[in-house]
């Protein structure tokens, strides 16, 4: 379904199916014979009947085209799982890193399926606010729960649209503006408007205490590149239609191509942050997990930045 300013999902529609392919990769990294993350919780969040249609629909998108002809441009599984350890690798660091630094106040945006709050060892007294739709963030506190699985911190969710007064509901949730804050963007920028992109940096600025920590993913495909890869996507998938194969999930169709987007490391750097960008590729290199030649690069970069 094409995107709203103000449309709405659960965990097995729209933005929140993007959260079930993400979490496919987590778990199929996890099981493999040398993962470079653990995310035990992964499979049983992906699992549930609920989910079935979603697991099918992403099946369907992560298959090969058998007359081999569509110039790289169709969805491939090892390049997602490859990359999704990656990110997560990372991210991963950089909350341990700020936990050793001191920081006890944690907001995971547009949270998903992430586990963090579970999976992570968190030192005594830390809390993890968790943002995202009420809808979403039930079905994973009601999955985990039915597992028997605990937080490994003060976990407190937080369930309101980022397109709406989040900085209230996060306060009320208990958020202290005052102390040092580790925030993380992961897996989100391009499912919010531009405008709601520069407000949502903006409210993380205001809502930073000194000593505060940002980790942002972003998407590094040019809107000509895009636009490109948009085209080759619609010839792909009128083949597959044209074989009677699922077309129905599409990551690139709940995308906001809106213009005017700010450079995460251009805008918290403007703002009085020294930040820092690292490429998912180099990131992959160094730990062994950089693309093969015939693929895809990694196009993305993962920016941190730190408040004085």
């Known amino acids: 379904m094409p995107r709203s300013l103000d449309d709405s999902w659960d965990i097995a529609t729209s933005v929140g199916a993007t959260a079930v392919m993400v979490a496919l990769a987590r778990a199929a990294e996890t099981s ?8 035990q919780f992964a499979e049983p969040l992906v699992s549930t009947p609920e989910l079935a249609g979603v697991r099918e ?7 090969g085209e058998p007359d081999d002809d569509s110039g790289g441009y169709a969805p ?3 390049h997602m799982i490859n990359y999704q350890a990656v990110r997560t690798h990372f991210f991963d660091a950089y909350f341990a890193d700020a936990v050793t630094a001191g920081i006890r106040q944690v907001v995971l945006v547009a949270a998903g399926l992430d586990s963090r709050a579970y999976r992570l060892d968190w030192p005594a007294g830390t ?20 597992h028997g699985a605990e937080p490994t911190a003060d976990r407190r969710p937080v369930p309101v649209d980022l397109r709406h007064d989040w900085p ?3 306060r009320d949730a208990g958020f202290d503006a005052d102390r040092p804050t ?16 520069e407000a949502l940096f903006a409210s993380i600025d205001a809502l930073s205490g000194p ?6 993913e972003n998407f590094g495909v040019d809107e000509e590149k895009r636009r490109e890869a948009e085209q080759r996507w619609q010839e792909l998938r009128a083949k597959r239609e044209a074989r009677g194969q699922d077309t129905s999930f599409n990551p690139f169709d709940l995308w906001f191509s809106d213009e005017g987007r700010p450079d995460c490391a251009e805008w918290f750097g403007a703002h009085g942050w020294t930040t820092s960008a690292v490429s998912a590729r180099e990131e992959g290199e160094r730990l062994g997990r950089a693309p093969q030649p015939e693929d895809r690069p990694f196009a993305n970069s993962f920016v941190t930045a730190s408040k004085p």
Not at 32 to 39: A, E, F, K, N, T
Not at 127 to 146: G, M, N
Not at 182 to 197: C, D, I, N, T
Not at 211 to 216: D, F, L, M, Q, Y
Request: proline content about 8%.
């Open 182 to 197: 580790a925030w993380l963007a992961e897996g989100l920028l391009p499912f919010l408007p531009a405008a709601a992109q």
């Open 168 to 170: 209230k509901a996060l």
């Open 211 to 216: 000593g505060s920590r940002v980790a942002v």
């Open 57 to 63: 629909q992403v099946a369907a998108w992560w298959a």
């Open 127 to 146: 809390v993890v606010y968790e943002i995202d739709l009420p809808k979403v963030l039930e079905y994973k506190t009601e999955t985990l729960a039915s």
């Open 32 to 39: 493999s014979d040398s993962p470079l993350i653990r995310d």
């Open 76 to 78: 491939d599984p090892n």
